[in-house]
């Protein structure tokens, strides 16, 4: 799949007086840290992920922020209110979706279930906190109203290990507004940690009945002899799932026998990995992964704020391929 476009965000013009260098950088690093939350500043002072890192990530965000504000239409389908979060036409939108299905091929699309697994690693941070992220769940639920029978898209957040993928419920229509803010940030197990894909994997294919889940036994259940137990789980659901990230992970081996796995008890199940990076990162493992698996796709996202800003057909086309059609139609 053809990775996203490009777009480099317009500075907003300034004027200032002639200052020396060492002045104006001073000033320049007094506002910056006034501007700050002061939660960041205290992980700034401690180290936290870099002061280099740091100044890039702000550089961008100060850059891409500076149009924000402003009210986005694309067509009829969306705007910014003046709270910033993104207001969609669900309706329009999702007939939207159905058209693009039916040109590529699929007349009616399928009823089948609909999940989110969003990476909430550090890096992650600056964009949930900006509110980018939940504009992308809000273009993107239009796809759960288009196949989920119950109209909802479930969500899970992950990091780094098992014990940090999350179910935070689903998002529906009356509830992804600001979904990021009131559900994940600082408020799941994983918060800032690193970045694994297995575990969220494994627990979406269980989620959806297609993977057996281990029943751990309970502390006085241990005294008395009692071990884990292998489950089946639920009802098998066809489903779709998006997995959307910012980093490359550090589980690749593991990773790639689930898929393995999925694949070879031909689980009904489609991954769509949509790598995000606003600087410049590649997503190697994550690009194999899509030529390797009939049942996994990739799409990179290297300009996020545009593409949230994309019409329905431009951004439709960028998560459709021809494979996902054929996973569609079988």
Not at 74 to 87: H, I, N, P, W
Not at 207 to 215: E, L, N, S, T
Request: proline residues 3%.
């Amino acid at each position: 799949m053809a990775a996203c476009a490009s777009h480099r965000p317009h500075r907003l013009a300034t004027t200032r007086a002639a200052e020396p260098p060492d002045a104006r950088a001073a000033t320049q690093r007094v506002a910056r840290t006034r501007n700050a939350a002061p939660g960041r500043r205290a992980r700034e002072t401690a180290g936290g992920r870099g002061a280099t890192r740091h100044a890039s990530r702000q550089a961008e965000r100060n850059r891409t922020l500076s149009g924000a504000g402003r009210a986005r239409r694309v067509g009829t389908t969306f705007r910014k209110d003046q709270e910033m979060a993104l207001v969609v036409n669900l309706e329009k939108a999702t007939e939207a979706l159905k058209l693009n299905l039916q040109k590529a091929g699929v007349n009616s699309p399928p009823e089948l279930e609909v999940g989110f697994a969003l990476d909430v690693s550090g890096s992650f941070e600056d964009e949930h906190r900006d509110g980018v992220t939940n504009d992308l769940l809000t273009r993107l639920v239009p796809w759960g109203l288009a196949f989920d029978p119950d109209k909802k898209v479930d969500c899970f957040t992950f990091s780094n290990g098992a014990n940090h993928v999350v179910d935070v419920g689903p998002i529906t229509p009356a509830n992804y507004g600001d979904f990021v803010r009131r559900n994940v940030i600082e408020r799941v197990a994983g918060w800032n940690g690193g970045t694994d894909y297995s575990y969220v994997i494994e627990r979406l294919l269980a989620h959806f009945g297609w993977a057996a889940v281990v029943q751990k036994a309970g502390f006085l259940g241990r005294m008395f002899g009692q071990t884990d137990r292998v489950v089946q789980a639920g009802e098998k659901r066809k489903s779709l799932v998006m997995v959307i990230t910012d980093g490359e992970n550090t589980d690749q081996i593991r990773t790639a026998e689930i898929l393995r796995a999925s694949q070879a008890r031909h689980d009904q199940v489609y991954f769509i990995f949509i790598g995000v990076s606003n600087q410049g990162t590649k997503f190697p493992f994550l690009e194999r992964l899509g030529e390797d698996f009939d049942n996994t796709g990739f799409c990179g996202i290297s300009d996020l704020r545009r593409f949230v800003s994309l019409s329905d057909d431009e951004l439709n086309d960028q998560l459709i391929s021809d494979e996902l059609i054929a996973w569609l139609k079988a």
